[in-house]
């Protein structure tokens, strides 16, 4: 359902989401730039959040010093940011040698492995990404399917959301995911739907196309019987159904209420909300 006025009630709960950063070790890069204003939109709108969610391509090639540069940036406006948490992207991994690649990505972010979940402020966070660095897509274990669903059933209950992340997008559900437009990319696209058809009480939130907010399906709603999905867009650049390039940064501003989730698309570069990109989901999941 799409929301047009603000919530007056204080939320429960409410996180940020950002995604495909692509920082380079040009501290003057656009993407660079990019990245840091998104942390003063939010180090400035942000107060009480239980985190910012990162859905991966933190770096655009994965090298030691991009991550550097991340470091540095975040540095700038530590004060007033919450923790960060990040998944992994493919191109924070898929271009090299996929151990030395992972390893750097786990020591610079401090995130243990390609999966790993956490609970903040009574919410249930979980983060999902490949385990074998292919250039475009994403394949997750047999052992991450299995993990995956059994941390989406802890503690599950329809009237609480559950947030998970993955970089890339299941096909032709959110903007950019179209089959035509090759930017999917889930190897066990099927083993995850039957996955998330028995959890539908799941907000999945994924990065990769770069899609704008502006389309008309950056939410693929679960109706009750799947996760909802969005698309994050991009920090450091966007896309268009034009099958164009387009200079913009966006993300997302999440609350969370007692019987629904409010999600909110933000432009960066302009520091306003984005009108055709917000979202309510009515919990409990499947209710009247």
């Keep these: 359902m799409n929301i047009n006025s603000a919530e007056v009630a204080k939320p429960l ?4 989401i950002i995604t495909d950063t692509h920082i380079t070790a040009d501290p003057n890069h ?3 730039l990019n990245f840091g204003q998104a942390l003063r939109d939010i180090a400035s709108h942000a107060e009480g959040s239980s985190g910012i969610m990162h859905i991966g391509d933190v770096t655009d090639h994965g090298f030691p010093e991009e991550y550097e540069e991340v470091r540095r940036i975040l540095s700038l406006h530590q004060a007033g940011l919450p923790t960060v948490r990040f998944t992994l992207g493919n191109h924070d991994v898929g271009l090299g040698d996929w151990h030395s690649r992972l390893a750097l990505y786990a020591s610079r972010t401090g995130m243990p492995g390609p999966y790993h979940d956490h609970w903040i402020d ?7 990404g490949t385990e074998e660095n292919l250039p475009l897509f994403c394949d997750l274990s047999k052992e991450q399917l299995q993990w995956l669903d059994l941390k989406l059933g802890e503690e599950a209950s329809p009237d609480k959301p ?19 437009q090759e930017w999917y990319g889930v190897t066990q696209d099927e083993e995850l739907r039957a996955i998330l058809s028995k959890h539908p009480q799941t ?3 994924t990065g990769h196309t770069h899609w704008e907010m502006e389309v008309d399906n950056t939410m693929y709603p679960g ?3 799947t996760a909802t ?5 991009s920090t450091a650049y966007l896309w268009t159904n034009e099958d164009e390039h387009k200079d913009g940064s966006q993300g997302f501003y999440v609350e ?5 989730v409010l999600v909110r698309g933000r432009d960066f570069k302009t520091g306003t909300w984005i009108p055709a990109a917000q979202y309510e989901v009515a919990f409990p999941v499947g209710g009247v």
């Design 13 to 16: 709960a409410s996180f940020q």
């Design 122 to 128: 009574g919410y249930h966070f979980i983060f999902i």
């Design 256 to 260: 969370i209420y007692s019987d629904k």
């Design 223 to 225: 109706r009750g019987e």
């Design 229 to 233: 999905m969005f698309n994050a867009a």
């Design 203 to 205: 907000l999945l939130f």
């Design 162 to 180: 559950v947030f998970l992340f993955l970089h890339q997008p299941l096909k032709d559900t959110v903007a950019g995911s179209l089959e035509s």
């Design 30 to 32: 656009e993407y660079n």
